[in-house]
């Protein structure tokens, strides 16, 4: 079964700081990987993702990510944080293509970014 | 740039009332889903549609839930008598057409808050 673990629920960062997002996941093909963000009162919003190719993606926002097979990893990553990145943070798995497939998401980090 | 739209944003309901939550797809989308994210949780896949029927659903999607696209444009979630565990952000996404990578847009969701 596919499962993503996001092992941290808050994080606090000042800003200007770097930042990097965990995300570690479980899937029996090749995964199709994802961050949204859902900043309050907002739905997800995409931030990056990958499927194939180079393993650092670069997304919306200054972010970046970097697939790493051999340790199941997708962290998420911004070298400067700003205060309106204070949001939720998903990771998500899911099949490359296939209508009727879905997504499988993480349980979402909090980022904090203190002034 | 296309946005998928959710009605209502927040709605209050009894307990054993019926409530539809609506979507609007990006237009040229084919495929839909229903997502929800009960407080302090993931996101949870609820179903997926796809040619006017049911393409895949989860365990929580049981007999009280029932999604349907009444017309051209919309697509709504209906759950005909709401339990207090119902109350949740639940998000529309939407897909495009067949062959194009799973790469979701969601809805800001609409809150269901069950008394």
């Known amino acids: 079964a596919q499962s993503v673990t996001q092992p941290d629920i808050h994080i606090t960062v000042s800003e200007g700081a770097s930042l990097e997002l965990r995300c570690n996941y479980s899937?029996?093909?090749?995964?199709?990987l994802f961050w949204y963000v859902q900043s309050p009162g907002q739905g997800l919003q995409l931030l990056l993702k990958y499927f194939s190719g180079d393993t650092l993606v670069q997304g919306i926002k200054g972010f970046e990510a970097e697939f790493k097979r051999s340790q199941s990893s997708f962290n998420l990553r911004k070298p400067s944080v700003h205060w309106s990145d204070a949001a939720e943070y998903f990771c998500?798995?899911?099949?490359?293509?296939?209508?009727?497939?879905?997504?499988?998401f993480g349980t979402g980090t909090q980022l904090k970014v203190e002034l | 740039e296309p946005e998928v739209t959710q009605t209502p944003s927040h709605q209050v309901t009894q307990m054993g009332q019926e409530v539809i939550l609506r979507c609007v797809p990006i237009?040229?989308?084919?495929?839909f889903y229903w997502y929800r994210q009960i407080l302090g949780q993931k996101v949870e896949f609820l179903v997926s549609f796809y040619n006017n029927e049911i393409s895949e659903k989860s365990e929580i999607f049981d007999d009280q839930f029932s999604v349907e696209r009444p017309d051209g444009s919309n697509f709504t979630l209906k759950i005909r008598s709401t339990k207090l565990e119902d109350s949740a952000m639940y998000f529309c996404?939407?897909?495009?057409?067949?062959?194009?990578?799973?790469?979701?847009?969601f809805g800001a969701g609409s809150r269901l808050t069950v008394l």
């Open positions: 899937y029996g093909a090749t995964p199709y």
């Open positions: 237009s040229n989308h084919l495929y």
């Open positions: 998500a798995v899911g099949p490359y293509t296939g209508g009727g497939n879905k997504l499988t």
């Open positions: 996404a939407s897909r495009e057409p067949q062959g194009g990578a799973n790469v979701l847009t």
